[in-house]
């Protein structure tokens, strides 16, 4: 199958640019991309909507979370069961999420996420039934848990490439970013709202809360006009197009190296659960309410992250290294932290760099990748990011047990910055580019530049001595 005209394989980035994600391809109605400010993505009627209708959908997603959790533990009393219930949630993305990716890359995604949208409305409105009646039992959460992992595993890649579909390319950084915005506003929402509906009225409430909240984004669909949506043909169906997407991104190290540096950084770096709640409870003794007010902050600080990348307006390859090096350095600097309000103020730029690295990569990856092929890689790397956590936090848990909580962040911050360090000299090896050293207005700057410009320049210098 032709995939269309998407970037070429390994481009080299200019001079200008340093390592720079190469543009995607564009469509017939694309231009070239004028200055962005931090909303503008929010001009596109069809793409509003679509961001009103998260912010409903998103702030009852977390109450759903808080009071599941909480349900779980007042059905079984078991820590165990609400770590059943969370891995149940996330085992069919890291199971079939390939092939929802396929799905998605042969479907209308419009249609396909008015489908995903309405089964977990569906799920919530049940599971509150069950729960208002006092039927609910342990078997029925791990089953809801499950039935909404499964609808992730098309409505994740869908709604992360229907963007582009709604805003085209000039605008596809700004939204990706606003849509980052909308997730961390719920998260700071979204388990407040949750804990008062718990407290004043039931666990019940919170789902039935949830189930109809989905009622906002199932109508900004079908408001949309179709006629705006940017054109992006669709794949045939065909046999071998899982095995294709996979040699897709392994011929583009441009994207295979976003998503293995995607990786290093959740499988290391996102272990937040293990380090704040060892840093609260072992380290300053400061009990539920510091490490509530350690996610806090980072959720203060991921907002902020989400913002300034969308005021940004480009994904660029150096954005994203020197924000996974910065969010890395930052973990081992808050790992020496001798206060808990010193600790505690540090969560704000680690929660801010570590939004760069998800909001660039995103979108990075978005820009590069042939319409044809996005369900597929996007499905690729919400399964290494999301999958990531889950498997590195058995080791950051052993590696805290072993050494302590102080040694278990500096290592996994250790691993991030030195992935990003690594992956840079890779992609500047590949692009020709050598590390150029000098003073810059009486400053020193360090970046790279291509190979011929430095050999033309040590010629130059060679015939003036």
């Known amino acids: 199958m032709s995939t269309g005209s998407g970037a070429a394989s390994a481009p080299a980035p200019d001079a200008d640019d340093s ?9 017939p109605k694309s231009a070239r991309p004028a200055k962005s400010s931090m909303f503008s993505s929010l001009k596109v009627r069809n793409y509003r909507l679509f961001f009103l209708g998260q912010v409903v959908s998103n702030t009852g997603t977390w109450m759903q979370r808080i009071a599941q959790d909480w349900l779980v533990l007042s059905l079984t009393g078991s820590a165990t069961a609400v770590g059943i219930t969370t891995a149940l949630q996330f085992l069919p993305m890291l199971l079939f999420g390939l092939y929802g990716g396929v799905l998605v890359d042969r479907l209308p995604k419009r249609r396909t996420l008015l489908v995903t949208q309405t089964s977990m409305a569906f799920t919530g409105i049940a599971l509150a039934v069950l729960t208002l009646t006092g039927h609910v039992q342990i078997w029925h959460v791990y089953l809801a848990a499950f039935a909404v992992g499964l609808a992730t595993v098309v409505d994740n890649p869908a709604r992360q490439s229907f963007v582009s579909e709604m805003v085209g390319p000039d605008q596809l ?18 388990p407040a709202v949750a804990g008062l509906m718990i407290t004043g009225v039931g666990t019940g409430w919170a789902f039935l809360a949830n189930g109809l909240s989905f009622v906002a984004p199932i109508a900004g ?24 997407g996979l040699r897709y991104v392994a011929g583009r190290p441009e994207l295979i190296w976003t998503i293995t540096l995607a990786g290093f950084v959740s499988t290391f770096g996102f272990n937040f659960p293990v ?8 380290v300053f003794r400061a009990g539920a309410g510091s490490y509530s007010l350690f996610n806090t902050l980072m959720a203060v600080g991921s907002l902020a992250g989400a913002l300034l990348a969308a005021r940004r307006g480009t994904a660029r390859m150096r954005v994203l290294i020197a924000g996974a090096v910065a969010f890395g350095t930052m973990e081992m600097v808050a790992a ?17 760099f570590g939004m760069t690295v998800n ?8 820009m590069t990748t042939d319409p044809a092929m996005r369900g597929r890689v996007m499905a690729l790397y919400m399964m290494v990011f999301m999958g990531g956590a889950p498997l590195g936090a058995p080791i950051a848990g052993w590696v805290t047990d072993a050494y302590g909580v102080r040694a278990g962040l500096a290592l996994g911050g250790a691993i991030t910055a030195a992935a990003a360090v690594t992956i840079a000299l890779v992609l500047a090896r590949v692009g020709g580019l050598r590390l150029s050293v000098g003073w810059n207005q009486g400053h020193p700057h360090a970046r790279f530049v291509p190979r011929e410009q430095r050999e033309q320049r040590d010629e130059q210098l060679a015939t003036v001595a």
């Open 275 to 282: 380090y704040l709640s060892a840093f609260a409870d072992d």
């Open 359 to 366: 909001v660039t990569a995103n979108s990075s990856i978005q």
């Open 173 to 190: 950084q700004n939204a990706v970013s606003l849509n980052s915005a909308n997730f961390q506003s719920a998260r700071l929402i979204g």
């Open 19 to 27: 390592i720079s994600a190469p543009e995607g391809p564009r469509t």
């Open 336 to 352: 020496l932290a001798p206060s808990l309000w010193l600790f505690a103020l540090l969560m704000a730029p680690i929660g801010m």
């Open 221 to 244: 669909l079908l408001l949309m006009r179709a006629r705006e949506l940017y054109v992006v043909e669709r794949a045939p169906r065909a046999k071998g197009q899982l095995r294709e």
